[in-house]
């Protein structure tokens, strides 16, 4: 297997414009997760999806963030309007029920840079 | 919800020196808590964890002790070596919710 796949990744925008990040978990895996990471705070979880279902998404810093998973192979989390102060490595992770849904499978990554 | 507190952000040793490093979880519902390691650039990779039932656990260098009473756990490293220099995250979590990650300590181990 070829692990959790995430593009772009690296990404590099500007102010105002959208942005969308995309996953591809490991096949078999049904739960999947949007973490972002930055000095200051950490890996902060942003959402999550168990069977294709958003169960949590409180961590959603505020509405210009959304996230989808049309089918149990695919995700993507998209930033309209992005800003400066999203700029940040975005991580996606996959994890089977088989392992007790809680070892996580992260993605390389996405860098975003919004200037 | 749950809160993962974690210390310290940085940490030097000495090559063949021990670290440990410290977290302390809210959520007395927790019991699960892995130790992932992140290497510069790199995404970060699961290297123990330890479940509510166990207090102790051991893989060759790394060890993991958990004390449920008081709601902390800790990773300790042996005979610590230069490939061991990375970012530390400890995490909490029960079953039907997301891993929350401490904020990470920086391992230094100079030879």
């Known amino acids: 297997d070829a692990g959790v796949i995430q593009s772009p990744r690296h990404e590099v925008t500007e102010m105002g414009q959208e942005v969308t990040l995309r996953c591809k978990p490991i096949s078999g895996h049904n739960s999947l997760f949007w973490y972002r990471q930055t000095m200051m705070r950490g890996l902060e979880l942003l959402i999550y999806?168990?069977?294709?279902?958003?169960?949590?998404d409180s961590g959603m810093p505020e509405d210009r963030f959304s996230a989808k998973m049309p089918n149990a192979s695919f995700s993507t989390l998209k930033i309209q309007p992005s800003e400066p102060r999203d700029s940040a490595v975005y991580f996606c992770?996959?994890?089977?029920?088989?392992?007790?849904?809680?070892?996580?499978?992260f993605g390389s990554g996405t860098q975003l840079s919004v200037l | 919800g749950e809160n993962v507190e974690q210390h310290p952000s940085t940490l030097s040793v000495q090559e063949g020196d021990s670290a440990v490093i410290k977290c302390t979880y809210s959520?007395?519902?927790?019991?699960?808590f892995p130790w992932y390691k992140q290497e510069l650039g790199k995404r970060p990779q699961l290297i123990i964890d330890i479940r509510s039932n166990v207090g102790e656990k051991k893989d060759q260098r790394i060890a993991v002790t958990l004390n449920k009473t008081a709601k902390h756990f800790s990773l300790h490293i042996t005979e610590t070596q230069p490939e061991d220099s990375a970012v530390y995250f400890c995490?909490?979590?029960?079953?039907?919710?997301?891993?929350?990650f401490g904020k990470g300590t920086t391992l230094s181990v100079s030879s």
């Open positions: 999806f168990n069977n294709n279902v958003p169960i949590d």
């Open positions: 959520d007395s519902a927790s019991n699960y």
């Open positions: 995490a909490a979590t029960q079953a039907g919710t997301a891993l929350i």
């Open positions: 992770a996959s994890s089977a029920p088989s392992q007790g849904g809680e070892k996580l499978f």
